[in-house]
């Protein structure tokens, strides 16, 4: 699942460099804060699977707040870097409160990308890093485990450094935040507040830099945002004076015990459950622009599917059931008049044996003549043409889906590569087609060997037929054919060859014929829909979308989607859940 949300946010990140619509830019910004606030609370599940779980607590807020003064409170010393200027914070910083740097193994694993340094080490030229740092001293104030001084998330600078922000806020088992009596009702303390109600961290707010008399009023407007941003029981509310002599905040003597008395809310076995409940909660907003793409992609295959079956329909009717074209048939014909030997031809015929029978290796060596025949055939070329006419229509229809469907920059897209694939799209097709034509042979053949077996059965046709002029004639025809001397389709047209096909045809063998000229036709339109329009065609066109450019599309495939969405219904972590 971390792989499938840092994928997705990957994803993300790349369509929204790309994105030129200002409303879709801070939707899917959004999308992403909430994918980073996600993987580190996958990754906040792994720590605290991995090893003992310390505690963790951030304090949380807006610039200027008081959150650094607020930490040295906590922590009893000057720690954590305070300053009257804006964004001076800009890394986690973590202190450890009667706990060794040493016990806090795994956070490193926890940070990922981001690295550890001495605090005196941050700079602020980079933003991937956080320090941890052993605090010498006690207030008393604070249960032992790490407090997180953090960065703001209000500031101009603090896009830069919101990564950080985010990270140390799933980190926190639990959260301390501060805002003044300024900056209580900004939109982006609440957004926050809102962002992390699902990661269900037992909550305090400081009410920082009060002047006497102004608390009632502040707390009930405190109350109010946080019923519009959470769902959640409005939380203790501490309120801090101004202390113009100290510059620091002074915690009230009656709340010495609170956050001791807030981390036994920390529910470390509920992780795994509320982690699903995250993700839950999200995924069809965070995959709304995967299932759109998936749902087009299923389009584009009706689409592509219909093309194909009118393309088939066109070559039944011009080809397989059009009288004057189908000539593949006759070409069995020629195949049995070989067989039959007729008298006076046997000694030139021997010479072509080698031609007309037909072992599938040969047909490279057999070279030009059968080449010929492929060459002079009217199916391959109706065949080409249709694969051209398909590849129009297709376009055509693009077209009208990149006007009318909301996803019209993906159609737009296929469109393109599909122009810029159609040349190669019909060259394969075309030499799938002559392959097809000539393999397809052995089936001409095995049709004509039907037939003269079962001519042998009634040799007087057999010998009537041997004895007529027409297929002396029609022999001749066919060696012409074999020789080059004459196209495949004149077969269809030759008089001595229909002549022979109706003597055949009134014969005794004549139902027989009509069967297996049916029989060819059937597994001929079998053999070219699977060869031809499944596998050349249909398989190419279906691929083609994996050609748009990773710049503007997610291309995570249906596959990937159901991997990651089947561990999401997973019952994890089954009996912890008990
Ligand atoms: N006098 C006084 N100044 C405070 C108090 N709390 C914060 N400040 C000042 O407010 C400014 C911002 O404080 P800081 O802790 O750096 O805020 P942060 O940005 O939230 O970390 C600093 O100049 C602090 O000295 C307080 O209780 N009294
Ligand atoms: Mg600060």
Known sequence: MLEFIQLLKQRYQAVLAQQGNENVKTSYQQRIDQLILAEAFIRKGQLIEASQPLLHMAVVGPTQAGKSSLSNVLLNSSAAGVSPLAGYTIHPQGFCNGISVADCTGLQRYFGRFQQLQQTQLSKDRHDCYSLTQNPTDSGLLPYGVLWDTPDFDSIDSATYREGVIRSIALADMVILVVSKEKYADQSVWDIMAAVEELHQPTIICLNKLVEGSESIIIQSLQEKWRQARTDEFPEVVSLYYQKPGGLPVWPESRQQLLKQLANHVKHDKHPR?????????????????????????????????????????????????????????????????????????????????????????????????????????????????????????????????????????????????????????????????????????????????????????????????????????????????????????????????????????????????????????????????????????????????????????????????????????????????
């Open 274 to 578: 509320f982690e699903q409940e995250l993700l839950k909660r999200h995924w069809q907003t965070w995959l709304a622009p995967v299932f759109a793409e998936h749902q087009a992609l299923n389009d584009w295959a009706e689409l592509v599917d219909l093309m194909l079956k009118q393309a088939m329909e066109s070559y039944q009717r011009d080809y397989l059931n059009h009288p004057h074209h189908y000539e593949t048939f006759q070409l069995a014909m020629t195949e049995l008049l070989n067989l039959m030997e007729i008298p006076g031809l046997a000694r030139i015929l021997a010479g072509t044996r080698k031609i007309l029978t037909w072992p599938v290796r040969q047909i490279m060596k057999l070279g030009r003549k059968r080449l010929h025949i492929a060459d002079s055939s009217y199916e391959i070329a109706l065949l080409n043409q249709i694969a051209e006419h398909t590849l129009i229509q297709l376009a055509d229809k693009l077209m009208d889906k990149a006007d009318q469907s909301q996803q019209g920059q993906w159609w737009r897209q296929v469109n393109s590569v599909l122009r810029s694939q159609r040349p190669d799209l019909l060259q394969d097709f075309g030499l799938a087609a002559k392959n097809y034509h000539l393999s397809f042979q052995q089936d001409v053949d095995s049709a004509a060997h039907r037939l003269y077996y079962k001519l042998q059965e009634q040799p007087v046709v057999l010998n009537s037929l041997r004895a007529t002029r027409a297929t002396a004639d029609a022999a001749v025809i066919a060696l012409t054919l074999q020789m080059g001397g004459i196209g495949l389709h004149d077969l269809v047209i030759a008089p001595a060859m229909l002549t022979l096909t109706s003597l055949l045809a009134e014969s005794a063998v004549g139902s027989h014929m009509h069967k297996v000229e049916t029989e060819l036709k059937q597994n001929q339109f079998n053999t070219v829909k699977q060869v031809l329009f499944v596998d050349s065609l249909r398989n190419k066109l279906l691929q083609l979308p994996e050609q748009l450019s990773m710049a503007t599309h997610f291309n995570i495939s249906p596959d990937q989607l159901r991997a990651a969405e089947s561990q999401l219904t997973e019952k994890r972590h089954g009996l912890r859940l008990l």
